[in-house]
Each structure stands twice: as C-alpha cells, then as structure tokens.
Nanobody, 115 residues
C-alpha cells in the first residue's frame, strides 16, 4: 500500500518561506507523477503543483506560479514544495498525492501564514 508522509508545515509570517517534504514508500517512486494539493478552511481541495516522474517536468496553479517550486529527489523517494513570498491566502492543509492504480493521499501538513 502506497504511503505518503508530509512534513515541514508550520506558522510563518506573510512574506516568509517554508519547505514542505513528502516522503513516499511502497511504490516505484521515480516512475510516478507527484502532486501537491491544498485545502483551506471551508474550501474545496485545490491543485497546487505537480512534477512528473520521468523527465521531472513541472506545472503550477496560477495562484502559486512564480512563488512556489516543486522538486523531487528520486534517490530519497521524496518530493518537495518550496514556498516563498507566502500570503495569508496560502493558509491551508497541504497534501501530497500520487496516482498508481488509484489516487493516494498523505495525511497533510498545516501551513498557517499570519502575523
């Protein structure tokens, strides 16, 4: 069974940075696209960014483009989300996800942007 464990969330002031990590196991990590989603209080879960497994190409939601960077280390079975210039609108639980024979989710990590 696929396992995804996020870490790195916390409280940060507006304009600050955080780096999220997602440690993956029990599947061939390097072969699969990894995706970050987020869910703010009272809102639907939304797409943030993804990175493919083969060539590492990336894609971002318009709301984070230019501020967030997704990357992966296939040797460590880990995907990262570097978040810069954070705003209160980025406050959410962040989830990593992958689709093998079905979609799998991590437990999420809370990011709170507040002064």
């Amino acid at each position: 069974q696929v396992q995804l464990v996020e870490s790195g969330g916390g409280l940060v002031q507006p304009g600050g940075s955080l780096r999220l990590s997602c440690a993956a196991s029990r599947f061939t990590f390097s072969m699969y696209t990894m995706t970050w989603y987020r869910q703010a209080p009272g809102k639907e879960r939304e797409y943030v960014a993804r990175i493919t497994g083969n060539d590492g190409s990336t894609n971002y939601a318009d709301s984070v483009k230019g501020r967030f960077t997704i990357s992966r280390d296939n040797a460590k079975n880990t995907v990262y989300l570097q978040m810069d210039r954070l705003t209160p609108e980025d406050t959410a639980v962040y989830y990593c996800s992958t689709f093998t024979f079905r979609r799998f989710w991590g437990q999420g990590t809370q990011v709170t942007v507040s002064s």
